[in-house]
Each structure stands twice: as C-alpha cells, then as structure tokens.
C-alpha cells in the first residue's frame, strides 16, 4: 500500500519556496503534507499531493527537478512511545528507515507518519501483520 511522494530539488534563495506552494495552489493542487530539507545551497522538498502526476507536470514546466518516490504511511496512536514502537519493530527485521516525517489532518487521535523504508515491500508487511494501520494515497485525502 505505497503512498506516491513527490521529491523536488531546489535553489536555497528567498521566496523559492513560497514560489513552489504558490505554483501548487495555483494549480488547484493540494498539497498534503510537506519536509523541507535544507542542504545549504540546495534543499529538497518532500510531500505527498493529491494529484501527483499532474504536480509533477506542472513543477517541471515551472522549472523544477521533481523525482516521484514510493513511501509509507502509517497511523499510529498518538502517545509517548508511539513512533519509538514502530522504529523498534522496523529494526528488529532488518528494515532500514532512511527518513520520516509526520503530520496531522484530522486525525482522530492518530499521528500519521511518512516513511522511506529499504525494503519497502518487507516493511509493509511487517507493519501489516503487526497490525500497524497502513494509510493508502487515497484515504490520505479524507483526512
């Protein structure tokens, strides 16, 4: 149940990124939840959009390098030790965590989690069978 996350590399100038979301809400697209990396002269941006192919099209045309990543996400409760359980579980099988982010829309006491897992395919079992709710793209826009 991957989630389709889109990466875009930028130019670290003022108002780059305002210009990104601006680009996106211009389009009518949603953005559902967004990392800012900072890498000194250049950044990448990580979110999941409603409609990612059309983002993906529309930030190339506006000059963007967009790289489209399969990703995780995940609902867990939200509580001290809820992520730390999860992380636990990943590590007790080998399954390297190369970055998350979280975020909330609504979640109903929930903490919605965004992973870029190695190998994504073991992970998403694992999770399953630990009965981890695993969240798919779509439901990620009724949130």
Known sequence: MAVKQISVFY??????????????GDNNLDLISLSVVDGGPMGIMRGIVVDYERAMD????????VKLTEVLAISVADR????ADVLKLLAEHNIAVEYLYSFVRNAGGQSLIIFRVNPLDQAEKVLAEAGIGLVSHEELYTL
């Not at 529309?58 to 390098?65: C, D, F, P």
């Open 80 to 83: 001290p030790g809820g992520m």
């Open 11 to 24: 130019e670290n100038t003022p108002g780059r990124l305002a210009h990104f979301t601006r680009v996106l």
């Open 58 to 65: 529309v930030l190339a045309r506006n000059g963007y390098v």
